[in-house]
């Protein structure tokens, strides 16, 4: 039975190459791109892979994009991967053997292993995301950071298999403050309507900080742990500022 690898893209291209060359045995490819203004299209295209569009507009994330891909795929099992995620050759071939007698999952959680300064970052494994399901089993909400609805039973690749994990490559220091700013523009479209106290621009990063750093274990990980964890805070806190900021701009725009 074929399996079809999705791809989410937009400006892309730093590590599409190499992401492509992992999945080059799989039966398609195919590329969702929010009209990249990069070479991410040619690269694409240079692996074989099929190219759809979704128009980029004002969105700032692959979410309201992802339903678009989905059924663009050919075949009904699906592989959904992000252009900075790895797929090993050990989970390549445990995934079509699942799907001899997949009995009644229509739906596989995927560890990944995250990374930062290219360290594992062992404390936030195995961060389970659902990318693996049959085509018209599945629906994704189009908000940032949305969890994946999917009509039957789920199943979790074991954990303790760590060469079935997605490797998810880590973003340079200015591609995480890239990520950051454009992804708490969205979250201010899905958490719209949402009070923001003054306590909370206080507590909210604390408590992302304590969690990262001290309940997950960051602090074990040295200096990659510690920039994840103030990386979590910072983006906790901005997130509650760009909330603030939209619930109050009639207060501001009236101010004298």
């Not at 009209?35 to 692959?62: L, M, Q, W, Y």
């Not at 309201?64 to 075949?75: D, E, G, K, W």
């Not at 990063?205 to 510690?226: C, D, E, M, Q, T």
């Not at 509650?240 to 009639?250: G, I, N, P, T, V």
Request: hydrophobic share 40%; proline share 5%.
């Amino acid at each position: 039975m074929p399996i079809s690898v999705v791809m989410n893209t937009y400006n892309a291209s730093e590590h599409l190459d190499r992401v492509l060359r992992e999945v080059k045995d799989f039966d398609e490819i195919v590329i969702c791109d929010m009209e990249s203004t990069d070479n991410t299209v040619e690269i694409a295209r240079s692996h074989g892979a099929r190219v759809v569009t979704f128009p980029k507009g004002n969105h700032t994330c692959a979410e309201p994009a992802r339903n678009f891909a989905i059924q663009s795929a050919s075949n009904e099992w699906v592989l959904l991967i992000d252009a900075d995620e790895i797929i090993p050759e050990a989970l390549r071939r445990h995934l079509y053997e699942f799907i001899k007698n997949p009995g009644d999952v229509r739906g596989v959680f995927i560890a990944r292993k995250n990374f930062m300064l290219n360290r594992f970052s062992a404390f936030t494994y195995p961060d389970y995301q659902m990318r693996f399901f049959l085509r018209d089993h599945i629906d994704w909400p189009p908000y940032v950071h949305a969890h994946p609805v999917v009509d039957g039973r789920v199943a979790n690749l074991p954990a303790e298999r760590q060469d079935l994990a997605m490797l998810h490559i880590p973003p340079s220091i200015n591609g995480m403050l890239d990520r950051m700013n454009r992804y708490t523009d969205a979250e201010v479209i899905k958490r719209s309507g949402k009070k923001v106290s003054y306590l909370s621009f206080i507590t909210k990063p604390f408590a992302r900080f304590f969690k990262s750093y001290i309940l997950k274990g960051g602090i074990r990980n040295g200096v990659s742990g510690l920039l994840t964890a103030v990386n979590d805070s910072t983006y906790c806190f901005y997130r509650q500022a760009k909330l603030y900021e939209h619930l109050h701009r009639d207060d501001i725009f009236n101010a004298k």
